[in-house]
């Protein structure tokens, strides 16, 4: 085992869940390479501190350029702001220094591309943080979809609806300003990642984004609410993509459905340890769904729990990701989803900006 030191940009949401998996990663999976929780640093140097003492890091760094100077931390994850990523990235890249970077890569294509040419300048191990594809249930379904289980696929379905925007009252917040923290560009890359993750790439767009509620108490809302998106593959099958803000009732409706010839899957975060799947054969009397329950047959849950139906989190999500992380530095070898697929996820997001605002189809090549 080889000690590496892990520094980490925000101490926040997904700051926390990346330290918590960092310290917990070894253990679950019995890594070549076990994290040490070397520095963290976020808005202000005591909220570093903070942060350093509730998690477990060594030290706190005055800001993030200190923290990615220092020698004593070897790989870098970026969980701050979107608007951020690059210049974090690109001085980590520069270094020499592993990036582990949450979605969306960043605020804008032309960042996005930047980071890519960075990370293929380094030739280190790079990652963009699409925890959701990650699932034992949704690791499975993929694992399904290549054996050809449902035999050839004719239709793709994905959502990411959530709710926390539902209440036309809720007071204007840093989610309602600037197109990077709308529902394009916040919650939309998972469903993407996942289409692109389950069906390839994806030729053209034609979109529609809506913002429903134009003002909130505290000013005017400024980006998009929810968005609805028509997918040609390049495979020639067809799909749909919906993603929202304000879909009450939905907590994390992250979904998809896949449809083929012999068969179709179906899954639905808010009940992630399960997958529907449906087989064309047998009586007609007798076919329908089966649930079947995640359990150690399953990719990556037998690390965690030797019980079918007792269940991962969302937390084991990240873990899984951090063992891919450490992974992907200690062979060299990519790991979906490099920043290269990240960039190809900002790629079909902009393809849907353009779409929206020119009401036709749009060539993902194109933007």
Known sequence: MTAIGIGIVGGGYMGKAHAVAMSAVG????????????????????????HARALGFARAAADWRALVEDPAVEAVIVASP?????????????????????????????????????????GVANMTGFNYVRTPATQYARQLLAEGAIGRVTWFRCEHAEDFLADPDAPLDWRCRGMANGTLG????????????????????????????????????????????????????????????????????????????????????????????????????????????????????????????????YQDQIIIEARDFLRAIETGEPVFPTFRDGLAVAEVAEAAARSAHSGRWTAVADV
């Open 27 to 50: 253990a679950v999976f019995d890594t070549a390479l076990r994290p040490r929780l070397e520095m963290v640093a976020a808005s202000t140097p005591e909220s570093a501190a903070r």
């Open 82 to 122: 979107q608007e951020t990523h690059r210049a974090i990235a690109e001085a980590a890249l520069a270094l020499g220094k592993p990036v582990l970077c949450e979605k969306p890569l960043a605020d804008t294509l032309e960042n996005a591309r930047a980071m890519v040419a960075a990370a293929d300048r380094a």
């Open 186 to 313: 916040d919650l939309a890359p998972h469903p993407i990642n996942a289409a692109l993750a389950f069906m390839g790439p994806i030729a053209e767009v034609m979109a529609e984004i809506e913002r429903v509620h134009e003002t909130r108490p505290g000013g005017e809302v400024t980006n998009d609410d929810q968005l609805q998106l028509m997918l040609r593959f390049r495979s020639g099958v067809r799909g749909h993509l919906f993603s929202s803000r304000i879909a009450t009732g939905r907590k994390m409706g992250y979904a998809y459905e896949i449809h083929g010839s012999d068969g179709a899957i179906r899954f639905d975060g808010e009940d992630q340890n399960a997958l529907w799947l449906y087989r064309r054969e047998g009586p007609e009397a007798e076919r329908g769904f089966r649930r079947i329950l995640a359990g150690p047959e399953h990719p990556d849950y037998r690390a965690f729990c030797l019980g079918p139906g007792h269940g991962t989190g």
